[in-house]
Protein backbone atom coordinates (compact mmCIF):
# COMPACT_ATOMS: atom_id res chain seq x y z
CA UNK A 1 0.00 0.00 0.00
CA UNK A 2 1.90 3.52 -0.76
CA UNK A 3 2.37 5.75 1.67
CA UNK A 4 0.75 8.83 1.80
CA UNK A 5 1.57 10.78 4.77
CA UNK A 6 5.59 12.26 5.43
CA UNK A 7 7.51 11.15 8.93
CA UNK A 8 8.11 14.35 11.14
CA UNK A 9 11.94 13.84 9.80
CA UNK A 10 11.41 13.49 6.29
CA UNK A 11 9.45 17.07 6.97
CA UNK A 12 12.75 18.15 8.66
CA UNK A 13 14.87 16.88 6.31
CA UNK A 14 12.84 19.10 3.91
CA UNK A 15 13.42 22.26 5.84
CA UNK A 16 17.29 21.70 5.38
CA UNK A 17 16.91 21.03 1.69
CA UNK A 18 14.96 24.46 1.53
CA UNK A 19 16.96 26.63 3.59
CA UNK A 20 18.25 29.89 1.45
CA UNK A 21 15.53 29.06 -0.98
CA UNK A 22 11.86 29.66 0.37
CA UNK A 23 11.26 32.04 3.03
CA UNK A 24 10.45 31.48 6.75
CA UNK A 25 7.30 33.52 6.69
CA UNK A 26 5.94 35.93 9.27
CA UNK A 27 3.66 34.59 11.63
CA UNK A 28 1.47 37.75 12.53
CA UNK A 29 -0.97 38.44 15.59
CA UNK A 30 -4.33 39.76 14.41
CA UNK A 31 -5.52 41.92 17.23
CA UNK A 32 -9.18 42.35 15.09
CA UNK A 33 -9.44 38.56 14.99
CA UNK A 34 -8.13 37.97 18.34
CA UNK A 35 -10.91 40.17 19.82
CA UNK A 36 -13.17 38.55 17.39
CA UNK A 37 -12.39 34.90 18.18
CA UNK A 38 -11.69 35.77 22.07
CA UNK A 39 -8.24 34.45 21.72
CA UNK A 40 -5.06 35.16 20.28
CA UNK A 41 -5.05 34.65 16.41
CA UNK A 42 -1.94 34.60 14.22
CA UNK A 43 -1.34 34.12 10.34
CA UNK A 44 0.67 32.51 8.76
CA UNK A 45 1.40 34.34 5.86
CA UNK A 46 2.95 32.10 2.94
CA UNK A 47 1.22 34.76 1.01
CA UNK A 48 4.45 36.68 1.58
CA UNK A 49 6.58 33.41 0.08
CA UNK A 50 8.35 33.13 -2.80
CA UNK A 51 6.23 32.34 -5.49
CA UNK A 52 3.28 34.37 -3.63
CA UNK A 53 2.76 30.84 -2.30
CA UNK A 54 3.72 27.80 -0.23
CA UNK A 55 3.94 25.64 -3.17
CA UNK A 56 7.62 26.26 -3.70
CA UNK A 57 8.15 24.45 -0.35
CA UNK A 58 6.43 21.03 -1.85
CA UNK A 59 7.85 21.90 -5.51
CA UNK A 60 11.56 22.94 -4.30
CA UNK A 61 12.09 19.54 -2.39
CA UNK A 62 10.22 17.17 -4.71
CA UNK A 63 12.19 18.28 -7.75
CA UNK A 64 15.50 18.04 -5.49
CA UNK A 65 14.84 14.21 -5.02
CA UNK A 66 14.95 13.13 -8.61
CA UNK A 67 17.76 11.78 -9.88
CA UNK A 68 19.98 12.77 -12.02
CA UNK A 69 18.77 11.19 -15.21
CA UNK A 70 14.75 11.95 -14.31
CA UNK A 71 16.39 15.92 -14.10
CA UNK A 72 18.19 15.83 -17.10
CA UNK A 73 14.58 14.15 -19.01
CA UNK A 74 12.68 17.23 -17.65
CA UNK A 75 9.25 16.93 -15.80
CA UNK A 76 5.37 18.31 -16.22
CA UNK A 77 3.16 19.40 -14.09
CA UNK A 78 -0.41 20.32 -14.14
CA UNK A 79 -1.44 23.54 -11.83
CA UNK A 80 -4.55 26.01 -11.07
CA UNK A 81 -1.71 28.84 -10.88
CA UNK A 82 0.93 28.20 -7.83
CA UNK A 83 1.81 25.16 -7.69
CA UNK A 84 2.77 25.40 -11.31
CA UNK A 85 5.11 28.68 -10.10
CA UNK A 86 6.60 26.66 -7.23
CA UNK A 87 7.56 24.03 -9.85
CA UNK A 88 8.86 26.44 -12.52
CA UNK A 89 10.93 28.07 -9.74
CA UNK A 90 12.29 24.78 -8.73
CA UNK A 91 13.07 23.79 -12.05
CA UNK A 92 14.87 27.12 -13.06
CA UNK A 93 17.19 27.06 -9.82
CA UNK A 94 18.09 23.30 -10.17
CA UNK A 95 18.38 23.59 -14.03
CA UNK A 96 15.52 21.06 -14.96
CA UNK A 97 13.48 21.77 -17.90
CA UNK A 98 9.81 22.17 -17.03
CA UNK A 99 6.29 22.28 -18.82
CA UNK A 100 2.81 23.20 -17.26
CA UNK A 101 -0.29 22.45 -17.93
CA UNK A 102 -2.75 25.10 -16.35
CA UNK A 103 -6.59 26.04 -17.13
CA UNK A 104 -7.33 28.51 -20.10
CA UNK A 105 -8.98 30.89 -17.38
CA UNK A 106 -6.02 30.56 -15.02
CA UNK A 107 -5.21 33.65 -13.02
CA UNK A 108 -3.22 35.65 -16.02
CA UNK A 109 -0.65 36.47 -12.97
CA UNK A 110 0.16 32.76 -12.38
CA UNK A 111 0.35 32.12 -15.78
CA UNK A 112 3.11 35.23 -16.45
CA UNK A 113 5.02 34.11 -13.34
CA UNK A 114 5.43 30.55 -14.57
CA UNK A 115 6.34 31.25 -18.28
CA UNK A 116 8.87 34.71 -16.56
CA UNK A 117 10.92 31.71 -14.77
CA UNK A 118 11.53 29.67 -17.76
CA UNK A 119 8.64 26.93 -18.11
CA UNK A 120 6.55 26.39 -20.97
CA UNK A 121 3.33 27.26 -20.83
CA UNK A 122 0.50 25.27 -22.02
CA UNK A 123 -3.41 26.72 -21.47
CA UNK A 124 -5.59 25.38 -23.06
CA UNK A 125 -7.36 23.11 -21.04
CA UNK A 126 -11.26 23.42 -20.22
CA UNK A 127 -10.16 23.28 -16.11
CA UNK A 128 -8.13 21.98 -13.70
CA UNK A 129 -9.22 18.38 -13.76
CA UNK A 130 -8.62 18.61 -17.33
CA UNK A 131 -5.21 19.70 -17.06
CA UNK A 132 -4.42 16.93 -15.23
CA UNK A 133 -5.13 14.43 -17.42
CA UNK A 134 -3.38 16.57 -20.13
CA UNK A 135 -0.52 16.59 -17.83
CA UNK A 136 -0.54 12.90 -16.98
CA UNK A 137 -1.11 11.98 -20.80
CA UNK A 138 2.03 14.07 -21.60
CA UNK A 139 4.14 12.69 -18.87
CA UNK A 140 3.29 8.92 -20.49
CA UNK A 141 4.38 10.17 -23.95
CA UNK A 142 7.43 11.94 -23.18
CA UNK A 143 8.52 9.46 -20.48
CA UNK A 144 9.18 12.72 -18.05
CA UNK A 145 8.31 12.84 -14.32
CA UNK A 146 4.60 14.13 -13.40
CA UNK A 147 5.08 16.14 -10.06
CA UNK A 148 1.52 15.81 -8.80
CA UNK A 149 0.15 19.26 -7.02
CA UNK A 150 -1.46 17.75 -3.96
CA UNK A 151 0.37 14.14 -3.74
CA UNK A 152 3.62 12.06 -3.25
CA UNK A 153 5.71 12.11 -0.19
CA UNK A 154 8.19 14.27 -1.12
CA UNK A 155 5.95 16.89 -1.90
CA UNK A 156 4.11 16.82 1.10
CA UNK A 157 7.36 16.85 3.53
CA UNK A 158 7.78 19.75 1.91
CA UNK A 159 4.58 21.64 2.53
CA UNK A 160 4.66 20.22 6.02
CA UNK A 161 6.99 22.79 6.67
CA UNK A 162 4.61 25.43 6.81
CA UNK A 163 4.14 23.44 10.12
CA UNK A 164 6.78 22.46 11.66
CA UNK A 165 7.72 26.08 11.37
CA UNK A 166 4.31 27.12 13.19
CA UNK A 167 5.16 24.77 15.84
CA UNK A 168 8.81 26.03 16.39
CA UNK A 169 7.58 29.82 16.77
CA UNK A 170 4.08 28.93 18.34
CA UNK A 171 4.47 25.54 20.68
CA UNK A 172 1.14 26.43 22.43
CA UNK A 173 -0.81 26.39 19.53
CA UNK A 174 -4.05 24.40 19.71
CA UNK A 175 -5.89 24.93 16.43
CA UNK A 176 -4.82 25.30 13.13
CA UNK A 177 -6.85 26.57 10.23
CA UNK A 178 -6.20 24.83 6.68
CA UNK A 179 -7.57 25.54 3.20
CA UNK A 180 -8.29 22.83 1.84
CA UNK A 181 -8.37 21.89 -2.25
CA UNK A 182 -6.33 18.26 -3.32
CA UNK A 183 -5.13 17.72 0.25
CA UNK A 184 -1.12 18.68 -0.23
CA UNK A 185 -0.71 21.76 2.06
CA UNK A 186 -3.71 20.11 4.63
CA UNK A 187 -1.47 16.30 4.55
CA UNK A 188 2.35 17.90 5.12
CA UNK A 189 0.97 19.86 7.96
CA UNK A 190 -1.45 17.83 9.34
CA UNK A 191 1.00 15.16 9.68
CA UNK A 192 3.83 16.98 11.21
CA UNK A 193 1.01 18.05 13.99
CA UNK A 194 -0.23 14.21 14.20
CA UNK A 195 3.88 12.97 15.19
CA UNK A 196 4.70 16.21 16.91
CA UNK A 197 1.80 17.88 18.54
CA UNK A 198 -1.21 15.59 18.49
CA UNK A 199 -3.60 17.52 20.08
CA UNK A 200 -3.69 20.36 17.97
CA UNK A 201 -7.07 20.51 15.89
CA UNK A 202 -6.67 20.83 11.63
CA UNK A 203 -9.57 22.53 10.86
CA UNK A 204 -10.18 22.76 7.24
CA UNK A 205 -11.74 25.58 5.29
CA UNK A 206 -13.01 25.47 1.35
CA UNK A 207 -15.22 27.52 -0.69
CA UNK A 208 -18.69 26.02 -1.04
CA UNK A 209 -17.98 26.19 -5.23
CA UNK A 210 -15.09 23.94 -4.01
CA UNK A 211 -16.11 21.79 -1.66
CA UNK A 212 -14.56 18.37 -2.96
CA UNK A 213 -13.09 17.35 0.65
CA UNK A 214 -16.02 18.37 2.69
CA UNK A 215 -18.59 16.19 0.80
CA UNK A 216 -16.29 13.35 0.58
CA UNK A 217 -16.04 13.59 4.25
CA UNK A 218 -19.64 13.71 4.92
CA UNK A 219 -20.64 10.81 2.67
CA UNK A 220 -17.23 8.52 3.20
CA UNK A 221 -16.61 8.48 -0.39
CA UNK A 222 -15.29 10.42 -3.62
CA UNK A 223 -18.39 12.98 -4.44
CA UNK A 224 -17.66 14.76 -7.87
CA UNK A 225 -18.37 18.91 -7.51
CA UNK A 226 -19.33 20.65 -10.38
CA UNK A 227 -17.22 22.83 -11.73
CA UNK A 228 -18.16 26.46 -10.95
CA UNK A 229 -16.65 29.71 -10.90
CA UNK A 230 -14.49 30.59 -7.59
CA UNK A 231 -12.33 33.14 -5.92
CA UNK A 232 -10.69 29.86 -4.85
CA UNK A 233 -9.14 28.92 -7.95
CA UNK A 234 -6.51 27.51 -5.91
CA UNK A 235 -8.72 24.68 -4.07
CA UNK A 236 -10.93 24.13 -7.38
CA UNK A 237 -11.05 20.44 -8.45
CA UNK A 238 -11.94 17.24 -7.47
CA UNK A 239 -10.13 14.96 -5.52
CA UNK A 240 -9.39 11.27 -5.40
CA UNK A 241 -9.57 8.52 -2.78
CA UNK A 242 -5.86 9.05 -2.17
CA UNK A 243 -6.59 12.79 -0.96
CA UNK A 244 -9.65 11.57 0.89
CA UNK A 245 -7.70 9.21 3.13
CA UNK A 246 -5.53 12.48 3.68
CA UNK A 247 -8.09 14.43 4.95
CA UNK A 248 -9.64 11.59 7.01
CA UNK A 249 -5.95 10.87 8.73
CA UNK A 250 -5.65 14.82 9.24
CA UNK A 251 -8.71 16.54 9.47
CA UNK A 252 -10.35 16.89 13.14
CA UNK A 253 -13.69 19.38 10.71
CA UNK A 254 -13.67 21.04 7.97
CA UNK A 255 -16.20 23.94 6.85
CA UNK A 256 -17.30 25.82 3.67
CA UNK A 257 -17.95 29.84 3.08
CA UNK A 258 -19.49 31.77 0.71
CA UNK A 259 -18.13 32.77 -2.63
CA UNK A 260 -19.29 36.30 -0.68
CA UNK A 261 -17.50 35.64 2.43
CA UNK A 262 -14.21 35.27 0.85
CA UNK A 263 -14.66 38.51 -1.25
CA UNK A 264 -15.27 39.84 2.04
CA UNK A 265 -12.33 38.46 3.58
CA UNK A 266 -9.61 39.31 0.86
CA UNK A 267 -10.74 43.16 0.90
CA UNK A 268 -10.97 43.17 4.82
CA UNK A 269 -6.90 41.38 4.61
CA UNK A 270 -6.25 44.31 2.80
CA UNK A 271 -7.89 47.36 4.12
CA UNK A 272 -7.09 46.33 7.96
CA UNK A 273 -4.23 44.04 8.19
CA UNK A 274 -1.72 45.40 5.29
CA UNK A 275 -2.35 41.52 3.49
CA UNK A 276 -2.87 41.05 -0.52
CA UNK A 277 -4.11 37.74 -0.84
CA UNK A 278 -5.93 35.58 -3.12
CA UNK A 279 -9.12 34.02 -2.75
CA UNK A 280 -7.67 30.40 -1.50
CA UNK A 281 -5.36 32.25 0.72
CA UNK A 282 -8.32 34.12 2.20
CA UNK A 283 -10.93 31.25 3.09
CA UNK A 284 -9.90 30.35 6.62
CA UNK A 285 -9.40 34.34 7.36
CA UNK A 286 -13.65 34.23 5.82
CA UNK A 287 -14.48 31.33 8.51
CA UNK A 288 -13.43 33.03 11.23
CA UNK A 289 -14.77 36.52 10.66
CA UNK A 290 -18.63 34.32 9.70
CA UNK A 291 -18.03 33.28 13.09
CA UNK A 292 -18.56 29.74 11.82
CA UNK A 293 -16.13 28.24 13.17
CA UNK A 294 -17.27 27.75 17.14
CA UNK A 295 -16.10 26.80 20.17
CA UNK A 296 -12.01 26.62 18.74
CA UNK A 297 -9.56 26.76 20.95
CA UNK A 298 -6.60 29.62 21.10
CA UNK A 299 -4.40 30.11 20.34
CA UNK A 300 -5.57 29.62 16.91
CA UNK A 301 -3.15 29.99 13.64
CA UNK A 302 -4.68 30.63 9.95
CA UNK A 303 -2.85 30.04 7.24
CA UNK A 304 -3.05 32.82 4.26
CA UNK A 305 -1.41 30.24 1.84
CA UNK A 306 -1.01 32.76 -1.26
CA UNK A 307 -1.38 36.43 -2.71
CA UNK A 308 -1.66 35.45 -6.32
CA UNK A 309 -4.42 37.26 -7.84
CA UNK A 310 -4.81 39.19 -10.70
CA UNK A 311 -4.92 42.84 -10.32
CA UNK A 312 -7.78 43.12 -12.16
CA UNK A 313 -9.68 40.82 -9.94
CA UNK A 314 -8.30 42.61 -6.35
CA UNK A 315 -9.25 46.36 -7.36
CA UNK A 316 -12.91 44.60 -8.59
CA UNK A 317 -13.27 42.92 -5.13
CA UNK A 318 -12.01 46.22 -3.04
CA UNK A 319 -14.55 48.19 -4.92
CA UNK A 320 -17.37 46.13 -4.48
CA UNK A 321 -16.31 45.93 -0.31
CA UNK A 322 -16.30 50.09 -0.92
CA UNK A 323 -19.72 50.61 -1.56
Known amino acids: MTRLLPSAQEIR ?49 ALSLLTPVERAAGIVASSAGNHGLG ?7 LGVQATIFVPSNAPAVKKQGIAQRGARVVDDAIDYDDAMVRARAYAKETNVTFVHPCLGVPLLA ?10 EELPTVQTLLVCVGGGGLLGGVGAFMLSEAPHVRVVGVQSEHTDAMSRAIEAGCVVEIANLPTLADGLAGQIDDDALAIGQATLESIVTVSEADIASAIAWLWLAEGIKAEG ?19 PIVAIVSGSNIDEGRFEAVLATAAR
Do not use: I, M, W, Y
Open 158 to 167: GQGTVGSEVL
Open 87 to 93: VAEAAQR
Open 13 to 61: EAAGRLRGVAVHTPLRRSAALSALAGGDVFLKLESAQLTGSFKLRGAFN
Open 280 to 298: SGAVCVAALRTGRLKHLTP
